[in-house]
């Protein structure tokens, strides 16, 4: 790579052998997530279709009720969030969703100190 010492280049590397794993873990649990659901509703048709329902019709319906419901209540969920995160940047006093006069945490670091204090002032 030769952007930076060896370390850099074997941590962006391990990086993203990482990102590149925990995706193909993601799709291919989303992958059997969908398998599931189309088999599983493939089930309750068929035992529906003991009852006079068609097979066919009632597979589909139940495979848009188990899969498009979910899908839907998540783009909506996206927009609303997209939406407040517009709505509180253009606040007055408010700057990208935080406060004009400083970070969301109060100054404090990590270890709930003031930043900028070591914590050797005697106050």
């Known amino acids: 790579m030769g952007h930076g010492p060896p370390d850099v280049d074997r941590f962006r590397q391990e990086r993203r052998r990482i990102l590149r794993r925990a995706a193909l873990l993601t799709y291919g649990l989303l992958a059997a997530a969908i398998g599931v659901a189309v088999v599983g509703a493939a089930v309750v048709a068929w035992i529906l279709s003991f009852a006079g329902l068609p097979f066919r019709e009632t ?3 139940l495979i848009v009720i188990i899969l ?3 899908l839907i209540g998540r783009i909506v969920e996206a927009v ?3 939406r407040g995160r517009r ?3 253009e606040e007055p006093g408010r700057e990208g969703g935080r ?3 400083g970070p969301e945490d109060g100054g404090r670091d990590d270890s709930g100190r003031e930043r900028g204090s070591r914590g050797d002032r005697a106050d």
């Open 99 to 101: 406060d004009a006069d």
């Open 59 to 61: 597979w589909l319906v």
């Open 87 to 89: 709505e509180s940047a």
């Open 80 to 82: 609303r969030k997209t």
């Open 68 to 70: 498009a419901v979910p």
